[in-house]
């Protein structure tokens, strides 16, 4: 039996308090000690799953009080990963960082760097990687049924309105608050691409842009905020549209809870007529990409694309792997094979996984990264993780390159680390 775990959280935001819902579900396993964030309802949430965990306002007070954990896990906003992770590091902690590590090279080997002169054990949420989906286009491939793979298509269908709640109102909206979209949403996909195919990103060409979230598409009469607009029941868009079904239907969970700290209808439109989840979406501060598609030729001259896109309904990522034998074609549940020496075609379950959203686990990604990081820590064997050092490092520099590439208008080499 496994030695239980004990787990200091930093970032008691949406995904840090999903991931101490894992530890509370999981007593035998894990224990959560200790939660620092400087909002007292965010740590209060958490320590309601987690009793006895002890409270702290910032990470720095709880490196200092010394509290003993096995392990601390970093989920705060993009921009604040570093510190925390170097110092944590250094200090012996077992490391799980939410994606991206940093919005820079030069930081996310900072803290790259750290880790490995400490030789703590260390997990990127790239939580694509654990999902049961992932497991099997991972056997397809593995098994032989394809050939070699000789080229990828991969869709993010991010979702129109998961696109106007996260990135044209929420935290993600402004590259100088966060991080550039292909970073903060999408390096879970050129991740999973080269996790799939076992190949690294080597070069990559982009093209993308802010197409519709901009103030020259507002339509004739909007307003400031959709609560007082005249033309908001003809916005797909619409805040009230958005948030109160869903109040409604599942109650005060993601994304409502990101809106208002408040459980009722009340404190919602509350929260629509004073805070930034009730702005028009073309009159805001966003500056992120709605659209891109990245090419990528990736070692052993393997091609791949992929396509980041707001404008879709919110689901799965869709995938097509072409192989020298025979081509899968996937949409986050099931998988189509079709075996080109035999003519066959097999379709492939996945079995229940839930939604794609932060809401529903991401398809058994999020308990499936907890489950594996857990166990890596209680038995020491770092195998068990499947986003360690070089590999989380290589996709978050094909992203940084692709960035590059999409600004300068050419193609750009991916340093081999």
């Keep these: 039996m496994e030695q239980q775990v004990t787990v200091a959280l930093v970032g008691a935001g949406n995904r840090g308090q999903t991931y101490a819902r894992w530890v509370a579900d999981h007593p035998q396993r894990a224990r959560l000690v200790a939660v620092a964030d400087p909002r007292p309802h965010q740590r209060g949430l958490v320590v309601a799953d987690n009793p006895g965990a002890a409270q702290f306002t910032d990470w720095e007070e709880l490196l200092g009080a010394g509290v003993e954990a096995d392990a601390v896990m970093i989920?705060?906003?993009d921009r604040m990963h570093v510190a925390p992770a170097v110092?944590?590091?250094?200090?012996?902690?077992?490391?799980?960082?939410?994606?991206?590590?940093?919005?820079?090279?030069?930081?996310?080997?900072?803290?790259?760097?750290?880790v490995r002169a400490t030789g703590v054990l260390f997990a990127v949420c790239h939580v694509l990687r654990y999902t049961p989906y992932t497991d099997l286009v991972k056997r397809v491939v593995d098994g032989g049924v394809l050939g070699e793979i000789v080229s990828v298509q991969h869709l993010e269908p991010v979702g129109w309105w998961h696109y106007a709640h996260s990135y044209v109102r929420g935290p993600w909206r402004r590259e100088d608050?966060?991080?550039?979209m292909l970073l903060a949403k999408s390096s879970h996909d050129l991740d999973w691409i080269s996790y799939v195919t076992g190949r690294r990103i080597a070069q990559v060409a982009s093209f993308g842009g802010l197409r519709h979230f901009r103030p020259d598409q507002r339509p004739a009469g909007a307003t400031e905020r959709c609560l007082d607009c005249p033309v908001e029941a003809d916005c797909p868009y619409s805040a009230p549209k958005l948030y109160l079904p869903r109040l409604r239907e599942r109650g005060a969970v993601w994304p409502v809870s990101v809106v208002t700290d408040g459980t009722d209808e009340a404190a919602l439109l509350d929260a629509l007529r004073t805070g930034p989840y009730g702005r028009c979406v073309y009159s805001g501060d966003n500056d992120v990409v709605d659209h891109q598609v990245?090419?990528?030729?990736?070692?052993?001259?393997?091609?791949?694309?992929?396509?980041?896109?707001?404008?879709?309904?919110?689901?799965?990522?869709?995938?097509?792997?072409?192989?020298?034998?025979?081509?899968?074609?996937?949409?986050?549940?099931?998988?189509?094979?079709?075996?080109?020496?035999?003519?066959?075609?097999?379709?492939?379950?996945?079995?229940?996984?839930g939604g794609s959203t932060a809401a529903d686990d991401h398809g058994g990604g999020d308990s499936g990264l907890m489950d594996a990081f857990i166990r890596a820590v209680a038995t020491g064997d770092g195998g068990h993780i499947r986003s360690g050092l070089d590999q989380s490092l290589a996709s978050h520099l094909a992203v940084f390159a692709a960035e590059a590439a999409r600004h300068t208008g050419t193609v750009v080499t991916v340093p081999a680390q």
């Design 75 to 77: 989920a705060t906003q």
């Design 177 to 180: 608050l966060a991080a550039p």
């Design 87 to 114: 110092a944590f590091a250094r200090a012996g902690h077992h490391l799980l960082v939410e994606k991206p590590l940093a919005p820079t090279e030069a930081e996310c080997r900072e803290i790259v760097d750290a």
């Design 294 to 353: 990245v090419a990528m030729e990736l070692t052993g001259g393997v091609t791949a694309t992929f396509t980041m896109t707001a404008f879709t309904e919110q689901t799965h990522r869709q995938t097509q792997l072409f192989g020298t034998h025979g081509m899968l074609s996937g949409d986050g549940e099931r998988v189509r094979v079709h075996d080109f020496r035999t003519d066959r075609i097999e379709v492939l379950e996945t079995g229940p996984v």
